[in-house]
């Protein structure tokens, strides 16, 4: 059975035991869990103490702190919220919830905790803290834009259980297009591991042939050199379980000899200082040196973890290193800097970074230059960047593919950010695009409100979902890849399921899909969890609109967007976007002006009940690239004004700034 499955069947079999207990026994119950370091069942058991006894705080804080440490960020910024004011009580929750937010990907929501926890802080260090803080904004104008400014020609892969599991996987090393190195720490312990590509899926991982025996501790964060004649790697305590960022690490070497490689050498104490960590170790060689980069807390950094140095020449057997050099204060930052990679071709340096302006905490960076002569380092975009953290890029010998390491969300294949995999990047596929439209069979009307699934089809007849995606019109639209056979599922509720094959093996065609009309029928499961008698909304006094849909008023969230309106629009659970394209004083729903609009999206209306205003607004769309997307079309259209606005939970939070 798969692990996640055990571990709902077990958080579920742990729940009533958790709600027949008093606030007490939970409390601490939850401390002697933490204590041990499993932190989702103590956060569990600290939520459902506060849930009996609300008035204390600090046990929905600790719950926070016990999702943040296993990079829940949902549920911490769900526990954060209840005391993200209370920065007195619970020193920098604030800040901890304004991060939770951005690394869910709730970027304006996230800019404006920022904003409130920085004009509400008087404690100390608030210069420093200024500092963070507009570091951190910046990194969340840069998630709104970013969307926009992806690089379409990078395909993400998931490698698969060949390679990931469910425990954290990390420190990947591509010996080449067919053969990977990486770390795993599945079964709490971590170890290095190489797996092969065999025609396009990864064989089941083993300990590398003839690799010296570590008795003691984590061996981990392999790389080798480009002459394929030592690994450098890292031995660390083994005083707790695995945690990839905080277990203190040393930086150990093996040699190539003979049949297998020789037993490790610790390097020289001024590398691995006493009570530091030493980690990540990188080899590149340049100019008959060799350059070895790795992370370090040492002192004389910046602050955190830092990108440090040093060099040997290439020659020589022994391991006489110059002493360790800092980057410098272009790299580092009062943040941590981690997973050097030097790219011997480019000169570029790539490394992950908190301390830079981020999309989610921990993103991809790249500089270019020598030892501590670097140019400013620009954030490396999106799809290698995502909301989560995002660290240990490299690319293959051929550098026709590259690696990251991400706890990002990923389709059906990875559905928590709990754990860090690996992934696959390619780059030069060609873009194919799949487009269709969507009928009533018996009417010959197009649909509105569909949901439709897109399946990857294997050669043994197996499949993987890779996307479920709501459209408010009839007609859909996916990226494709080539030489691949898919299936398309469409639903639509009140009517049967349809579904068609294809596969995208046509040199000349850029376009496949097909119309689908869809029979009447038993209604299908609803993918479209509408709300309905949702507290946050009230309903007036006028319960039905013209077209009988149950008319609400709502007051907008967000401080630049508080008035109150009434709608008959569809709520939505969770965030979705709308698209507005101005406000009228005369509104009519026979405008001709707005016709231009209407295959863009549903039309909706929003009376500003202080005014005469009415907003008219498209949507609705579940990702900000679509509405970003439905924004430019619509500004070509004759809207120049138009922006998107973020709703969540059905009540609208406020206009999506781009800058």
Known sequence: MNRNILLVLAICAFAPGLNAQSAKKLEKSADELYEQGKYAEAAQAYETAWQKKKKKTELIFKAGEAYYSIKDYRKAAECYQHVRGKNDEFPLVGLKYARSLKQDGQYDKAKTEFKNFMDGYTGENKAILEDIIQTEIRGCDLGTRLPVLADRSIEVQFPGTGVNSDDAEFAPYPVSDDELYFSSAIGGKARIYVSTRQANRWSKASIPANFPVVSNGHFCNASMTPDGERIYFTV??????????????????????????????????????????????????????ELLYFASNREGGRGGMDIWYVVRDLGLEDNDFTFPVNAGPVVNTLGDEITPWFDAESGNLYFASNGHASIGGFDIFRTQGSEVNWSVPENAGLPINSSADDYFYVKSPSQNTAFVVSNRIFGGEKTTTRNSDIFELSSGSKRLALKGNVYDKATGDQLSNITVMLYQVFDDGTDNLLVNKNFSTGNYTFELLANRRFRVEVQSEGYETASYEFATDDPNNFTYGQPVFLNGGTPPPSTDPVIKDDPIVMPNNDPKGQDGATTYTARGTSPDDNLEYSSTAPRHKGIYYKVQAGA??????????????????????????????????????FTKEEAL????????????????VQYENGVRYGKVTLE
Request: hydrophobic fraction near 35%.
């Open 236 to 289: 660390c305590n083994a005083e707790k379980g695995w945690n990839d960022l905080s277990t203190r690490c040393e930086i150990f070497v093996t040699k190539k000899g003979g049949t297998g490689w020789s037993q490790p050498e610790r390097l020289p104490d001024y590398v691995n200082l006493k009570g530091m960590t030493a980690t990540h170790p990188f080899a590149a060689h340049v100019n008959g040196q």
């Open 584 to 621: 009228l004083k005369r509104y009519s729903a026979d405008r001709r002006d707005l016709k231009p609009l209407e295959d863009l999206g549903r039309l909706d209306t929003e009376k500003i009940v202080s005014s005469k205003l009415t907003r008219v607004m498209v949507g609705d769309f």
């Open 629 to 644: 997307r439905a924004m430019k079309a619509m500004q070509d259209r004759g809207f120049p004004e138009a922006f998107v």
